[in-house]
Nanobody, 128 residues
Framework: QVQLVESGGGFVQAGGFLRLSCAAS????????KAWFRQAPGKEREFVAA????????VYADSVKGRFTISRDNAKNTVSLQMNSLKSEDTGVYYC?????????????????????WGQGTQVTVSS
């Protein structure tokens, strides 16, 4: 069983930055594709970014391109999300997700139903 634990959320003013981290358990999960999703109050969970097992393939939602950077460290079995130039609309609970696929091209990485494992989420609040 794979467990994902997010950290790094908090309260920040618009224009500021935060770095989220997700630690995964289970040796096999080191090579899983991983992603970040977020959910604002009253809205559906939406895709933010995804990264392949090697880090060689990355996909971002249009709303975060140029501001957010996803990265991973397979030795530590972690995935991170650097969030810069934060906006009030970035507010929400951020979830880490993992899928047993290695490459993003073999599934639909922007579809939340594709992912096998989820963390509990970490709250990000951006004040305007």
């Amino acid at each position: 069983q794979v467990q994902l634990v997010e950290s790094g959320g908090g309260f920040v003013q618009a224009g500021g930055f935060l770095r989220l981290s997700c630690a995964a358990s289970g040796r096999a999960s080191r090579n899983y594709a991983k992603a970040w999703f977020r959910q604002a109050p009253g809205k559906e969970r939406e895709f933010v970014a995804a990264i392949s097992w090697s880090g060689g393939s990355i996909v971002y939602a249009d709303s975060v391109k140029g501001r957010f950077t996803i990265s991973r460290d397979n030795a530590k079995n972690t995935v991170s999300l650097q969030m810069n130039s934060l906006k009030s609309e970035d507010t929400g609970v951020y979830y880490c997700a993992a899928d047993q696929q290695l490459e993003l091209r073999t599934f639909r990485p922007t579809d939340r139903d594709e992912y096998d494992y989820w963390g509990q989420g970490t709250q990000v609040t951006v004040s305007s």
